[in-house]
């Protein structure tokens, strides 16, 4: 099971005892992604940064290339499951994760049994008609500048200090997942802390990988290497299940379903024997695993 951007392993805790007492699998592994959460962060000349502006120079001098990002992670994968024989498995990831789940199948299809991607980002291209930075509305425009500065949510709530800090996460988090218990609310808000202010590094890759974009129809996170052609073109439909889900709440719907729903149905029209399908998991938002953990686990299971 893969998380997504800035998270880790741990915000999986709702679904491993359903997971274990399936006895569908002989063992469940959460990884957390090379640079991010408890993993080695690799320091930040060696992190994944496109580029550099006046706020990097002074510390950074990487150049990474939008599949050099994917490489990054998605390299260490590959060590880590030959290093302990995991074959014929199935791939679980979340938004960032969904989409580097995704590379990772294209790239090693012998790997997967079966691929799921909880909202993942990265699907659609960007818009034939979007807005060059000149011309976006000035709120966007800073957050472009700042995007492209490598300037990264970490950064802020490290500049914080520790008491701002840990309570901005922990008002954010319950924005976001506002249905946690207390004391489960509490201990995520301490752990996505302690994975926040730690040595800056795989968090670097969201410039890589991603740009935000708007047009004069829409506006939203693009991947800069879109997953829709190459899942059409390269997916191995014959070996490998494919199931994409979104919350009914899902703030990365938008952007995303129309365009996974699309991929899908191509899948199933050039190979009748295909297992390809997209759900929308009710009572639930972006963070699906948590927000509704019995539908999300009985779709990994099923």
Known sequence: ??????????????????????????????????????????????SPIRGWSEFTTSFCNSRFAPSEAVGFFIDPLHNFLNEHNIQNMTLVGHSLGGYLSAKYALQYPERIKKLVLASPVGFPDKPYDALPPSQL??????????????????????????????????RALRGRIPHLKESESDMLADYLYQVTVANPSGEYAINSLLEPVASPDTMGVFAREPLHKQMQDEFDSSTISLKVLFGSDDWMRRNNEESAREVVKSIQSSNEAAVASTHVIPNAGHHLYLDNSDSFVGHILS
């Open 1 to 46: 099971m893969a998380h997504g951007y800035g998270s880790g392993l741990g915000f999986f805790f709702r679904n491993i005892d359903a997971l274990v007492s399936s006895n569908q699998y002989r063992r469940i592994v959460l990884f957390d992604w090379l640079g991010m959460g408890g993993s080695h962060r690799p320091g930040c000349h060696a």
């Open 137 to 170: 509305p000035t709120g966007l425009r800073v957050v472009d500048a700042l995007w492209s500065s490598n300037v990264t949510p970490q950064q802020l709530v490290r500049m914080m200090g520790s008491t701002r800090g840990k309570r901005n996460v922990k």
